[in-house]
């Protein structure tokens, strides 16, 4: 009976646990996280005890956590097998750029085509924007290991850029797919109309190949110094020059009184 009651309550518990978080991933989604208590969360979920969110993952942070995981989850690992799937077709240093750009973009289009999967978006853009300063340490976790074998995979077939950049390139990537896509509904944002997601996704796609296959800048040529005997002197350096430009008055001719004469020149 005992080992019976034990896992009785086991399974309470993680009931609870998924309740709760199946009730803040859509207030978090529509609300954000300033006005949001524990109280509404608790109520929403059916959870009695008031301190059901401390019981059960410690904190607001804890929460958020295991909603990232729960929302971002089927994303990483739907992209994973798309990468997979290129290193079986190409060789690891020579996937196409293009390539490696859908396999970012489509597993969030289906994502975004869903409706529950819009709302997950938009819990982990409200995250990433309104968390404070663990929402983005959140979000980059469950992502790290998707993005260390893009850049990998991206470092092999674009060796002329530093690994430095490319993660920087992948991190603006995954950062404009989700403002982009967990907001497609939102028609303010859009110059045309946006009827479905898919119409966003040809755009979407090139914009991310020019982010992520763009050359590097060319380098600055170098300034010229010049030795200080060399070094020209701007207009108006000389007393003569900025009496011309106006920096000091022109001296005015001195007039005499009547009667005086003008002492000549010797």
Do not use: C
């Not at 608790?42 to 956590?65: D, P, W």
């Not at 869903?114 to 978006?121: D, H, T, V």
């Not at 060319?218 to 200080?228: I, L, M, Y």
């Amino acid at each position: 009976m005992a080992q019976t009651s034990d896992l009785s309550a086991d399974r309470n518990a993680q009931s609870t646990q998924q309740r709760l978080i199946n009730a803040a991933i859509p207030l978090i989604a529509e609300h954000g996280l300033q006005n949001l208590s524990f109280r509404v969360i608790n109520k929403a979920a059916g959870a009695r005890n008031q301190m059901a969110i401390s019981y059960h993952f410690g904190s607001m942070e804890g929460l958020l956590q295991a909603g990232l995981l729960q929302a971002l989850q089927p994303y990483v690992a739907a992209l994973g097998a798309r990468l997979d799937a290129l290193l079986e077709r190409h060789p690891a240093d020579a996937v196409p750029v293009a390539e490696l750009a859908a396999a970012m973009l489509d597993p969030m289009m289906a994502m975004a085509a869903r409706p529950s999967g819009l709302i997950e978006l938009k819990f982990v853009s409200r995250v990433a924007s309104s968390a404070g300063e663990y929402g983005l340490p959140l979000i980059t976790r469950e992502l790290t290991p998707a993005t260390h074998r893009l850049i990998a995979l991206l470092a092999a077939s674009r060796p002329d850029v530093p690994a430095a950049s490319l993660g920087l390139r992948v991190v603006f990537g995954f950062n404009t797919l989700l403002q982009t896509l967990a907001h497609w509904d939102s028609p303010q944002l859009w110059p045309a109309s946006v009827q479905s997601v898919e119409q966003l996704a040809p755009a979407l796609h090139d914009y991310l190949v020019g982010g992520l296959s763009g050359p590097l800048p060319a380098p600055s040529p170098p300034r010229r110094r010049h030795s200080p005997a060399s070094r020209p002197r701007p207009a108006g350096s000389s007393r003569r020059g900025r009496r011309r430009h106006g920096f000091l008055p022109t001296p005015r001719p001195k007039l005499h009184a009547a009667g005086d004469k003008p002492k000549k020149m010797r």
